[in-house]
Every structure is written in C-alpha cells, then in structure tokens.
C-alpha cells in the first residue's frame, strides 16, 4: 500500500480546502483524465491536489493512497502510480512558497499545484494534441 503523508506546514496551507463533501485527487498532467486538457510535453513533473466534490464520477482515478487527510485517489499503472514510491510526503516550503512531493530516495516534483474544482466538469476534453 502508497502512502502520502502531509506535513503540519503543508497541512496548514491546505486546510482552507478541507470539507466532508471533498475528495482529493492527486493528477499528473499526462493528458488523461477530465483535468489534463492537453498533457504536459515538456519532461517537468506536473502534479495538482485537486479538491472535487465527492459525487464527481472519476473513473480515470482508480487507485487509492492512504494519507493522513484521507483517501487520496491517482491513476493505476501506468500513469502516475509507477512514479509513486511506498512512502511519499508533501511538505510546504517557505523560502520557496513551493509544495514539493518528495520520497525516501527522490524529489518526484518541486512543486504541487493545488486546485480547488466546486463546480462539476460539463465534459472531459475530446480533442488530440501533439507536442
């Protein structure tokens, strides 16, 4: 089992998102799923917290990891589950005012973005995109 623990600082930063009709999704910009419009083509590891309603249908995002703010869902294999390690941590730093996602052995980005969806999405993204 994955799981991501969040630093009190980081908690901090992110407990004005915090509600009991949230769930919390953890995207790579790979150009799968109702959030990545058009997917990332540079090699920079982009990655959203993203606070969605909990009746939000997200089929891309099968596959739990256990936090200590709850259940955080990320796509399987072999989207962003293969870059995850068993233990992850968010932090917040200051300096920087940067949530860099970090494990054991490396920093997977300096940087996650966190995104607050209240409304649901009209539709997913149909259309092509190349780099």
């Known amino acids: 089992m994955k799981i991501l623990t969040v630093t ?24 799968v799923g109702p959030f990545s419009a058009i997917g990332n083509c540079s090699l920079d590891a982009n990655y959203r917290l993203i606070f969605v309603n909990k009746d939000m249908d997200l089929p891309d995002f099968n596959e739990k990891v256990s936090s200590n703010i709850g259940d955080i869902y990320i796509k399987s294999e072999p989207y962003a589950n293969v870059q995850f390690e068993k233990q992850m941590e968010l932090r917040f730093d200051p300096k920087h005012f940067t949530m860099p996602l970090v494990s054991p052995t490396k920093i997977l980005t300096d940087n996650v973005e966190v995104v607050d ?10 259309g092509t995109h190349d780099c």
């Open 8 to 31: 009190e600082t980081a908690l901090e930063r992110l407990k004005k998102y915090f509600s009991p009709n949230k769930q919390v999704v953890l995207d790579f910009d790979d150009g």
């Open 117 to 126: 969806i209240s409304e649901p999405l009209k539709g997913e993204y149909t």
